[in-house]
């Protein structure tokens, strides 16, 4: 999903070609009177007051209530970075989703960009939880105080990611991670009627990505589940995976293999 090089900020008519939901003016006509529409542009204008400029938005196909639909944009700041010593450098990166038919608050998701993949992992944990903003009583002064607060956690990110890298998963432990990784993006009953072979999930797609870590492997696996790259068995049928396109399903699965790895870890 967040495959934009760090340097490539979108401008405001590129961002209205994959996303228009984004500058709709006016609210959906059924909510509630008491709804103060504040368009997400007005928040694509305040962040990046605060230094962070879009690298990625996307909306969620809609037949009815187009324009209102729920829609993601990606902010990057490229003054912050997380610098790896064996040059697995990440980007932090400010996930939001809105919509214009009253159905969501501005919600913001912790994230983190890397180079080495060029993919995008999702931040889940109790310091990361959602940040919310009501569309009523908005104020820049209130959005810069939550940005704030996720600038100055990202340093449990670091810790994390450097803990993962110290836990050094044997066979047996890899399997069981690539088995249980398998959930976060199938249903218990697909599981049922479907054969997923452990290790072809556990196999690197790149040389950066040799290793026993468990950082490495939740990474191997991460990158596969995402964009599809494994086959499985259907009875009889041997079928290529697909890619997931949906960004609230990419959402999804990210934020629970990282919960996964982290207890792992």
Not at 49 to 74: I, N, S, T, Y
Not at 133 to 148: C, D, N, P, S, W
Not at 158 to 186: C, D, G, I, P, Y
Not at 211 to 234: C, H, P, R, V
């Amino acid at each position: 999903m967040l495959n934009i090089e760090s340097t490539n900020f979108l401008t405001n008519g590129e961002i209205k070609r994959v996303a228009p939901s984004v500058f709709t003016s006016t609210a959906a006509d059924h909510v509630s009177s008491a709804y103060t529409h504040i368009p997400t542009s007005v928040i694509i204008e305040d962040m990046r007051k605060l230094g962070w400029d879009v690298v990625d938005a996307k909306e969620v196909r809609a037949r009815k209530g187009v324009g209102f639909q729920k829609h993601l944009v990606v902010f990057r700041n490229p003054e912050i970075a997380i610098i790896g010593k064996d040059g697995d450098d990440v980007f932090p990166q400010i996930l939001l989703t809105n919509s214009h038919d009253g159905k969501n608050a501005f919600t913001f998701k912790c994230a983190i960009f890397r180079m080495v993949c060029e993919n995008g992992l999702v931040v889940s944990t109790e310091e990361f939880e959602d940040l919310k903003l009501r569309h009523m009583g908005y104020t820049f002064e209130q959005l810069q105080e939550k940005i704030k607060g996720v600038v100055e956690a990202l340093p449990l990110t670091v810790e994390a990611m450097n803990k993962m890298k110290q836990v050094e998963l044997n066979e047996k432990q890899a399997e069981e991670f690539a088995v249980k990784a398998l959930s976060t993006r199938f249903k218990e009953d697909e599981l049922t009627r479907i054969t997923i072979d452990a290790k072809e999930l556990l196999k690197p797609t790149r040389k950066e990505d040799e290793g026993s870590d468990l950082w490495t492997i939740f990474n191997i696996i991460q990158e596969k589940l995402i964009d599809g790259n494994f086959s499985y068995n259907a009875g009889s049928k041997n079928r290529k995976a697909r890619r997931i396109k949906n960004f609230q399903q990419d959402i999804k699965v990210n934020e629970k293999l990282w919960e996964l790895a982290e207890s792992f870890a």
